[in-house]
């Protein structure tokens, strides 16, 4: 090989041959024309395929293999340069080579041959390989644009679905005429729809911020087995539409509390099981469970289903795809919760057997609350009574095995029994199996579905599945007449919550401001509603409040403009009003409710931020007044929210009028005072202002006044706890 006496010479001129290849105008246009800096090119590249060629003359590494070319092949992702374009770069280094032999007089053809010969095997293999990958880019490109297309359109059915339904339901809401059953189940198909529309919407919003990175995991303290309940309860009737056998098991061994994202936990849990309901044929199972260990949650959805192939099984968690069986995959549900699990530091594994059903798992690392105890005695009541079970007809029943499962752990014996036996103090039978015509014996009918037909028995009791611990405990004591009585956290979550505040609503849309001002009137706060930002400052240049919920978009001045105002003078609490919950981050306001507004979240701000209203309901006989006054419970807190704020007014008024001794305004205030308090049988208020109103009449100069309005205070403070007048 003649190129091998030349080896010498060609490794001196490196840096001449070198440049002359990427100096040349062709190379440094097209570098130029796809963002590659020259300077770039020639370091990191130019000079490595230079050695290669002197190391393959030296016949010290193999030919037609230029690592440093496939180096620059990757980088080169993303640039879309063309295979002419390739070629012309690597032809120019032949071209530098040759130029070379010349200039140093020592061209010949043979060595023109054998640079040929070097070059071409090298560029054969390139080209090749970058053609492969265009095809195969290309080729992505197609089945990703058809998948994105059938995407596309599959989710404009699925929103325009549920759109149909609540336009049609309120169109006939609007012409019908309808008794109040109708009237409520077309409320509630409505209501259904809009969860659905809104989920589909949240899952398009999710899959953008998470691509984005926009997207924040919020954790927080919450009841798990409470959140796992509420899920479960809402996909009974989806369940029993399809006669599946829809069981759970919730390990009771978990802390009531955890740290972690609910919301997200709930998306991801409630995602499988709508995936498990939706492909297990009528009559199947679907299983949830839900175990603790090493600090580590793992939940699992089971079905019996139709399954997944195994090649399937990664792809069905990627955006865009589907599955062989095209039914599977086509949105972007899944994706999403592996993006939440991996965002929450946890997993999620799938098995699956095609027409055998598929698990889906969920593995994530939770924060224990430390005030919070496990409670394993819950059904420990129990362990003594006799209990059995008429034998089923079927032995492999899901729902007997989840229940079995319950009373081992809680070490609670169960016989299986063929006939009624009154040595039992309880027995539990399958309603579909059989019928009870009279025994003394209480009873406990596992049921399918939902149904009235134990309403009226005075000795059994429905259980439907699934079932977890405080219901079965629940059951248990509704079989066996057990009054539990309510303990005080009962009765704070029962009560209805109020709070002294005053709270500004800056809205634009009237349909929304409505709606808020609806919700605050609930909670007995005093709202007012601006429609701009601007109007925003003013009014609080002039009013004093304790909160603002501050719309973003509005015309004359947006939400966040407004706000930087207002902070400039005032250190009212702002909580933003939005649909994009990631544009709050590290901004002026204090906290945001995302839209569509739910109560929930509305009353958990309003906790935040407001003074909850401490009524003195030993004071109030509720009882005694929603029996004479045939009102609800909920109905007279709100007339009791009247009457305190307009006796506020009143005892103020009555102080002034005793200050300046106006015994006529004395009168009429102490006679409106006593009206408003024997409405609700405030006997001693209404006694103290009798008093008043008739000594004020008479125009006694020897009653202390002063006094007796103090005391008339002191006794409406027993009703309401209020700052001092």
């Known amino acids: 090989m003649e190129l091998v006496t030349k080896v010498e010479l060609f490794t001196r001129s490196k840096g001449k041959i070198v440049r002359s290849w990427v100096n040349d105008q062709n190379v440094q246009d097209i570098l130029n024309s796809h963002e590659i800096d020259v300077d770039f090119f020639h370091t990191n590249y130019a000079t490595y395929v230079f050695d290669y060629f002197i190391d393959v003359i030296k016949k010290e590494v193999k030919i037609g293999e230029c690592p440093v070319m496939y180096d620059f092949l990757e980088y080169l992702q993303g640039k879309e340069l063309r295979a002419d374009e390739l070629f012309t770069i690597c032809s120019h280094f032949k071209k530098a080579m040759v130029d070379f032999t010349f200039d140093s007089y020592f061209a010949s053809r043979t060595i023109f041959d054998e640079i040929t010969y070097i070059f071409n095997l090298n560029l054969r293999s390139l080209l090749r390989l970058y053609t492969d990958t265009i095809y195969q880019k290309e080729q992505e490109a197609v089945a990703a644009s058809l998948a994105k297309e059938y995407f596309l359109s599959n989710m404009t059915h699925e929103i325009k679905t549920p759109l149909n339904a609540i336009i049609g339901f309120v169109e006939l809401m609007l012409n019908d005429r309808m008794t109040p059953a109708h009237h409520q189940k ?33 954790n927080k303290k919450f009841n798990i087995h409470e959140e796992i309940i509420s899920i479960l309860d809402l996909f009974i009737p989806n369940a029993n539409s399809k006669h599946l056998s829809f069981v759970s098991f919730i390990d009771p061994q978990l802390p009531s509390e955890i740290v972690a994202d609910p919301i997200r936990l709930k998306q991801i849990i409630s995602n499988f099981l709508s995936n498990a309901i939706k492909f297990t044929p009528d009559g199947g199972v679907v299983e949830l469970e839900l175990k603790y260990k090493n600090s580590k949650i793992f939940i699992s959805v089971k079905d019996s289903g139709i399954g997944i192939v195994k090649e399937d099984q990664v ?125 003394n014996t209480p009873l406990i009918a596992i049921m399918d579905s939902f149904s009235n037909k134990y309403e009226n028995s005075r000795n059994i009791t429905p259980l439907y599945f699934p079932i977890y611990s405080s219901k079965l405990q629940s059951t248990f004591n509704e079989a066996l007449k ?84 207002i902070k400039e003078f005032s250190e009212i609490p702002i909580v933003s009003l939005s649909a994009n919950t990631a544009e709050h981050k590290d901004t002026i306001y204090d906290d945001y409710l995302s839209k569509p507004i739910s109560i929930k979240d509305v009353e958990t701000t309003l906790k935040k931020y407001l003074k909850e209203r401490s009524l003195g309901s030993h004071a109030v006989n509720f009882k005694l007044l929603e029996n004479e006054l045939q009102l609800d419970k909920k109905d007279l807190m709100l007339l009791l929210d009247i009457y305190i704020k307009k006796m506020k007014k009143e005892i103020s008024l009555l102080l002034e009028a005793i200050e300046i001794v106006d015994m006529n305004k004395i009168a009429k205030i102490a006679h409106s005072i006593k009206g408003s308090s024997a409405n609700f049988r405030f006997e001693a208020i209404s ?29 409406f403070e027993k009703v309401c706890c209020y700052d001092s007048i």
């Open 186 to 218: 077309y409320l509630q198909t409505i209501f259904n729809s809009g969860e659905t529309l809104l989920s589909i919407i949240n899952d398009i919003l999710d899959f953008s911020k998470l691509r984005s990175g926009e997207f924040n995991i919020q």
């Open 315 to 439: 792809k069905i968690f990627n955006a865009f795809k589907q599955a062989t069986n095209s039914d599977i995959g086509t949105g972007l549900g899944l994706s999403i919760c592996k993006q939440l699990a991996e965002h929450m530091g946890g997993k999620i594994n799938i098995e699956s057997t095609v027409n055998l059903g598929s698990t889906f798992t969920l593995c994530l690392p939770i924060e224990e609350s430390l005030s919070c105890e496990v409670d394993l005695s819950i059904l420990k009541s129990f362990q003594k009574l006799c209990i059995a079970l008429i034998e089923p007809k079927n032995r492999d029943n899901v729902q007997i095995e989840s229940l079995k499962r319950y009373l081992e752990l809680f070490a609670i014996k169960l016989d299986i029994i063929k006939d009624l036996d009154p040595k039992y103090n309880l027995i539990f039978f399958i309603d579909s199996e059989v019928n009870f015509i009279n025994t």
């Open 482 to 565: 057990i009054e539990i009585p309510e303990n005080s956290a009962q009765i704070n979550k029962k009560k209805n919550i109020l709070f002294d505040a005053k709270v500004l609503v800056v809205e634009d849309n009237e349909a929304n401001y409505q709606l808020l001002e609806s919700i605050l009137n609930n909670y007995s706060i005093d709202s007012k509603i601006v429609v701009n930002g601007l109007e925003a400052i003013e009014i609080c240049k002039k009013e004093s409040f304790d909160l603002i919920l501050m719309d973003e978009q509005m015309p004359v001045l947006n939400g966040k403009d407004a706000s930087k105002h």
């Open 687 to 715: 006694q103290i202002s009798t008093k008043l109103e008739n000594e004020a009449r008479t125009q006694n100069s020897e009653i202390n006044y002063k006094n007796l309005a103090r005391k008339l205070r002191d006794e």
